[in-house]
């Protein structure tokens, strides 16, 4: 005779792998740090500041300029 399999258990396992795998992904995505994401945001700025200074006359209807 085979093993008897208890089906809520396999498919419980299934979707606990897959979550697994779903959060590992995540956490490869999104998984920086508060002072990571601060020191790509004071690059970012500090190079548009450098664009926007590069600039003779500033174009006209810039929606940045409001800020």
């Known amino acids: 005779m085979s093993k008897v399999v208890n089906l809520n258990k396999f498919r419980k ?3 606990q792998v897959e ?3 779903r959060a590992e992904t ?3 995505l999104h998984g920086r ?3 990571e994401r601060d ?3 004071l690059r970012k700025r500090q190079l548009k500041a450098k664009l926007d200074a590069a600039f003779l006359v ?3 209807g810039n929606p940045d ?3």
Request: proline share 10%; hydrophobic share 10%.
């Open 58 to 60: 500033k174009p006209p």
């Open 33 to 35: 740090t508060r002072s």
């Open 26 to 28: 995540n956490r490869r």
């Open 19 to 21: 979550r697994e795998k």
């Open 39 to 41: 020191v790509d945001e």
């Open 65 to 67: 300029d409001e800020r």
């Open 13 to 15: 396992r299934k979707a």
